[in-house]
């Protein structure tokens, strides 16, 4: 039973990191991707150790699982300051030195005392790098619950709502935290004084408690990405001061009327070839404030809007194409698609109903008129 769990946990995990890859690649999901690439690791590492001969095959690998343990925190800190904006600097370097001292380090003590199975577990080496990690996620803990109050404070009663998703990934480091400290008790403090059967009975638990709560950050994601889409939309999150925020808005009014007048003169949206780096040069704009523009002040991700656009100027299209002459290809690219299934799709959204029943509706009503 116990190594379904761990196999489903490493599904889950594995799953998840390559769907957040997917659905935009930006910074921001590439980092969360990669913390549940790590944990996919970790934990299929631990079931193989667990439930195969991987332990006497190559007894090296178990000291990479402790490494990938250095190596969360990290990432979870590089996320939260590139979930706020923050560019990449030196600063973040540090957030990473844990894990490559604990790499530097497990490879020179491979190279010159090798690590066996069973006699590495629970050795000096061993709980030093236990006692790494319980030590590591508590300071990535205090420095990101540290950030977040900041940027609590800062917030709007609106923009708090941003704030629950960072938040919750610190509440799941202090999770990891909560197992990785049971394990160095377990090892430093149960097993040399207690008989064999009090320790398996002990182990039993702490396995089932890092399957738990290892798996419990994979539903919550995925409610937070049903509830809250903007979790996993890979824009940034502005905090910004009531003076800051009003600023902004003029800033984004501003872009708001230049977009529509693009839209309504220019008619942009007819270019089959448009997508949000031109339409950022075209507004003179850096690209990551039209995200912010079109997924912030308008509600809409890029696509959404463009081709909401697009079907209005195709329904005028067949509402004044009484004589039928032109085919639904032709009204497609005239309207900036480039293939007609992509038409009819986003025609059918938008309008809930086909281009041919549009254009039957709108005739009739041209004819009662």
Same mark, same amino acid.
């Given at each position: 039973?116990?190594?379904?769990?761990?196999?489903?946990?490493?599904?889950?995990?594995?799953?998840?990191?390559?769907?957040?890859?997917?659905?935009?690649?930006?910074?921001?999901?590439?980092?969360?991707?990669?913390?549940?690439?790590?944990?996919?690791?970790?934990?299929?590492?631990?079931?193989?150790?667990?439930?195969?001969?991987?332990?006497?095959?190559?007894?090296?690998?178990?000291?990479?699982?402790?490494?990938?343990?250095?190596?969360?925190?990290?990432?979870?800190?590089?996320?939260?300051?590139?979930?706020?904006?923050?560019?990449?600097?030196? @600063?973040?370097?540090?957030?990473?030195?844990?894990?490559?001292?604990?790499?530097?380090?497990?490879?020179?003590?491979?190279?010159?005392?090798?690590? =066996?199975?069973?006699?590495?577990?629970?050795?000096?080496?061993?709980?030093?790098?236990?006692?790494?990690?319980?030590?590591?996620? %508590?300071?990535?803990?205090?420095?990101?619950?540290? @950030?977040?109050?900041?940027?609590?404070?800062?917030?709007?009663?609106?923009?708090?709502?941003?704030?629950?998703?960072?938040?919750?990934?610190?509440?799941?480091?202090?999770?990891?935290?909560?197992?990785?400290?049971?394990?160095?008790?377990?090892? %430093?403090?149960?097993?040399?004084?207690?008989?064999?059967?009090?320790?398996?009975?002990?182990?039993?638990?702490?396995?089932?408690?890092?399957?738990?709560?290892?798996?419990?950050?994979?539903?919550?994601?995925?409610?937070?990405?049903?509830?809250?889409?903007?979790?996993?939309?890979?824009?940034?999150?502005?905090?910004?001061?009531?003076? =800051?925020?009003?600023?902004?808005?003029?800033?984004?009014?501003?872009?708001?009327?230049?977009?529509?007048?693009?839209?309504?003169?220019?008619?942009?949206?007819?270019?089959? =070839?448009?997508?949000?780096?031109?339409?950022?040069?075209?507004?003179?704009?850096?690209?990551?404030?039209?995200?912010?523009?079109?997924?912030?002040?308008? %509600?809409?991700?890029?696509?959404?809007?463009?081709?909401?656009?697009?079907?209005?100027?195709?329904?005028?299209?067949?509402?004044?194409?009484? =004589?039928?002459?032109?085919?639904?290809?032709?009204?497609?690219?005239?309207?900036?698609?480039?293939?007609?299934?992509?038409?009819?799709?986003?025609?059918?959204?938008?309008?809930?109903?086909?281009?041919?029943?549009?254009?039957?509706?709108?005739? @009739?009503?041209?004819?009662?008129?």
């Amino acid at each position: 039973m116990t190594d379904a769990l761990f196999f489903w946990s490493f599904m889950q995990c594995a799953i998840m990191g390559v769907a957040i890859a997917i659905v935009k690649r930006t910074q921001v999901n590439l980092i969360l991707s990669s913390i549940f690439g790590t944990m996919a690791v970790n934990t299929l590492l631990q079931y193989l150790f667990r439930f195969t001969d991987l332990k006497f095959q190559l007894p090296e690998l178990m000291v990479f699982t402790d490494v990938l343990d250095l190596l969360l925190p990290g990432l979870v800190l590089w996320y939260i300051s590139s979930l706020f904006g923050e560019k990449v600097t030196n @600063k973040q370097i540090w957030y990473f030195i844990p894990a490559a001292a604990g790499f530097v380090l497990s490879g020179l003590f491979i190279l010159f005392f090798g690590i =066996e199975f069973p006699s590495f577990i629970g050795s000096p080496f061993h709980m030093i790098l236990l006692t790494a990690i319980v030590f590591w996620k %508590g300071i990535a803990i205090y420095k990101a619950h540290t @950030k977040l109050k900041i940027m609590n404070d800062q917030a709007e009663a609106k923009q708090k709502e941003d704030l629950v998703w960072p938040k919750l990934l610190v509440a799941f480091l202090g999770i990891t935290l909560y197992v990785a400290t049971l394990q160095l008790i377990y090892r %430093g403090a149960i097993v040399p004084f207690v008989g064999k059967a009090v320790n398996q009975y002990i182990w039993n638990i702490v396995q089932v408690n890092y399957i738990m709560f290892n798996s419990s950050i994979i539903l919550l994601t995925l409610f937070f990405a049903l509830k809250f889409p903007k979790t996993l939309s890979g824009n940034t999150i502005a905090i910004k001061s009531e003076k =800051e925020s009003s600023e902004d808005n003029s800033l984004m009014n501003h872009y708001i009327a230049k977009l529509e007048k693009l839209i309504a003169e220019e008619k942009i949206h007819l270019e089959t =070839e448009l997508n949000e780096k031109v339409l950022a040069e075209r507004l003179e704009i850096q690209y990551y404030l039209l995200s912010r523009l079109l997924n912030d002040h308008l %509600g809409k991700s890029f696509s959404e809007f463009i081709n909401e656009h697009r079907i209005k100027h195709a329904q005028n299209i067949l509402a004044n194409d009484q =004589e039928k002459s032109l085919t639904n290809f032709a009204i497609a690219v005239d309207s900036g698609f480039r293939s007609e299934s992509v038409f009819y799709v986003n025609f059918k959204k938008h309008t809930g109903m086909t281009p041919r029943q549009y254009r039957i509706k709108a005739q @009739k009503a041209q004819f009662v008129a």
